[in-house]
């Protein structure tokens, strides 16, 4: 027996009564969805999702795997990137069997994490669907499947290539307005004392036709893959550090220098204050953390790049 739920941010939810000796022995399904996702996906899908060929993009990686779906009827279109968790820890199925109703997945943390971040006025993906799968034996497996981002780039290729499509001065006005709304988007989130810890130039995208022109780039700027996303109160300086030095490394490509990452520090901090402050040293360290760690065995010198750029 199952019952649906409506939650307006999520769509419908699918719980499937069981007790606790049911969850043990036969195991149980809780499901969401958007209210198309069935329509595209077929009304059995929690069933055949988990091993459903999808080959498109496929990466699977320590138990999980994530793949594009693209699924057409009756004339409509719908992409999709469906990340399934096929092994997880015991610990959380343990928990998952004995509180069925806690977010122990993957698959539900970031769901709760888009929604959170939605809420909060950030621009993310739409979650169509999600899963979670308590039992067996205290198995525990899960699925989220996420709207594409439709002609969409992300920052790592849109960068390079807005450089090679303006001129010079039409580059830098496009990349200080991009730069103002990356230093928000960090700011907003790191305001909350909650951080990505994936924070890397491509995990932000932006529409593939505002390469080639000026915009107002407030809200057009997208930010994916919150499954790591958490609230620190007491560590917090450790992870905004670990978040700013993980878009400092990230912004050594082609379009990117010393006065943009100086134009998003000042932005970020949102008032004035001197550049080589104890935050910035330890965020240049992190960076270079990250450069030897690409570059073990090549003699490499990391140098902070957070600087007074030289006329």
């Keep these: 027996m199952s019952v649906t739920l ?6 419908d939810q699918q719980v499937q009564n069981s007790s606790l000796l049911g969850r043990l022995l036969r195991g149980v399904k809780q499901t969401w969805q958007r209210r198309d996702w069935a329509s595209f996906a ?3 899908w929690a069933n055949t999702i988990m091993d459903a060929s999808l080959t498109d993009e496929f990466h699977a990686k320590q138990g999980r795997s994530t793949a594009r779906w ?11 990137y469906v990340k399934r968790h096929y092994r997880l820890p015991w610990l959380s199925g343990l928990l998952a069997w004995l509180w069925p109703w806690g977010n122990w997945s993957p698959a539900l943390q970031e769901l709760r994490n888009l929604e959170w971040a939605r809420a909060h006025g950030m621009p993310v993906p739409n979650v169509v ?3 979670q799968y308590i039992g067996p034996w205290g198995k525990l497996q899960s699925i989220l499947a996420v709207e594409e981002l439709t002609d969409m780039l992300p920052l790592h290729q849109a960068i390079p290539q807005a450089q090679r499509t303006l001129d010079a001065r039409t580059f830098r006005r496009w990349k200080q307005g991009l730069t103002r709304e990356l230093a928000r988007l960090a700011r907003k989130l790191h305001s909350h004392r909650c951080f990505h810890k994936d924070l890397y130039l491509c995990h932000f995208f932006i529409d593939r036709a505002d ?6 780039w407030r809200g057009r700027v997208f930010l994916i893959d919150f499954h790591r996303l958490a609230r620190h109160l007491i560590t917090w300086p450790v992870w905004l550090v670990k978040d700013l030095g993980q878009l400092l490394y990230s912004s050594n490509i082609e379009g990117v220098d010393a006065r943009d990452r100086l134009r998003f520090w000042r932005q970020y901090q949102g008032r004035p204050r001197g550049h080589r402050s104890i935050f910035a040293r330890a965020i240049c360290f992190k960076k270079s953390l990250y450069e030897r760690h690409n570059a073990r065995n090549k003699r490499i010198s990391p140098r902070c790049t957070i600087e007074e750029p030289r006329s």
Excluded: F, T
């Excluded at 409506?6 to 769509?11: A, F, Q, V």
């Excluded at 390469?211 to 107002?216: A, E, R, T």
């Design 211 to 216: 390469v080639g022109k000026l915009v107002d």
């Design 6 to 11: 409506h939650n307006p941010s999520i769509g």
């Design 129 to 131: 669907a999600a899963g």
């Design 70 to 80: 693209i699924m057409e009827k009756d004339g409509r279109r719908l992409g999709v």
């Design 42 to 44: 077929g009304g059995d």
